[in-house]
């Protein structure tokens, strides 16, 4: 798929996780490519080859629409993926949370509307809460049990309102556990502390919460198809497997991958952090049906990438 070769392409968060592994993609897909990054978590490291092939790096803050505006101006899709990610820093400033996911969010809405950008905007299965329904559709009443949850549904409402009252052309993506080479998390954080201490693993929360983990070229895929599908516009979509797995289970996974023998895994009881989901699950039918859409790699193929990489 080439449908975006030769177009103007911007991607918020463009040096983080997925805005890396993105533009790696549009850029060998012939776009013409700027990631905006304040790299506050994001890694120049990530991108830094790509700028021998082209892509053009702005360091600046979705928060001023100066350095925005002028890195937005004639562009003609833009990838939203600039966020305050971490539920618990959510849950200890709030206000910082809504000034990058809230307002950043509107500031990133009025450049696209100023260009005449199609948006693809990075929402989260945090808006659901715990939900009693699972798999959960995207017609599951919302719900969300965090400020960055909260944040994020906030963000989508703003996103329909430019959408209705503008007609700014814009796609939302409710995603599930993204993971891959320079990712974060839970799979990161288990390898980490197994390559320091392959005996033993602590693990946060009782070990019963499951996760929907969905491989980051399958998480690339659907942001490109919402990108260019013309059917895509104004339409909410999950972004999983539609299937869920246990943290126990993830660590037993990990430690049989890696071959190792004898490890004492330890659970520390209760809620991992304060907002922390139960269990998430996708129905991703709507962005299989809409988008023809379908994840590529398995949790056990996937886990065999990030390792062989070493980029955890």
Known sequence: ????????????????????????????????VTAFDNLS??????????????????QGDIRDTTALEKATRNSEVIFHLAA???????MEDAKEDCE??????????????????????????????????????????????SFYGLSKFIGENYCGFYQENYGL???????????????????????????????????????????????????????????TSPVAAGQ???VGTGTTTSVR??????????GLEGVEVSFTGGLAWEGDMDITQADNSKAVNILQWRPQVSLEEGLKKLISSGRY
């Open 1 to 32: 798929m080439k449908a975006l070769k030769g177009k103007a392409v911007v991607v918020t968060g463009g040096a983080g996780f997925i805005g890396s592994h993105l533009c790696r993609t549009l850029i060998d897909q012939g776009a013409k």
């Open 41 to 58: 978590s994001g890694k120049i490291d990530f991108i830094e080859d790509l700028m021998d092939d082209g892509l053009k790096f702005v």
């Open 84 to 90: 305050q990610t971490s539920v618990p820093f959510s």
């Open 100 to 145: 990058v996911n809230v307002v950043g969010t509107l500031n990133v809405l009025e450049a696209a509307k100023k260009a005449g950008a199609r948006l693809v905007f990075s929402s989260s299965c945090a808006v659901y809460g715990n939900p009693e329904k699972r798999p959960t559709p995207e017609t599951y009443p919302t719900h969300p049990i």
């Open 169 to 227: 052309e814009v796609v939302m993506l409710r995603i599930f556990n993204v993971y891959g080479p320079n990712g974060h998390g839970v799979l990161p954080d288990f390898l980490n502390k197994l390559r320091k201490t392959p005996d033993e693993l602590e693990v946060l929360g009782t070990g019963r919460q499951g996760r929907d983990f969905v491989y980051v070229s399958d998480m690339v895929a659907i942001l490109l198809l919402a990108a």
């Open 236 to 238: 909410i979509f999950n």
């Open 249 to 258: 289970e993830l660590a037993n996974k990990i430690i049989e991958f890696l």
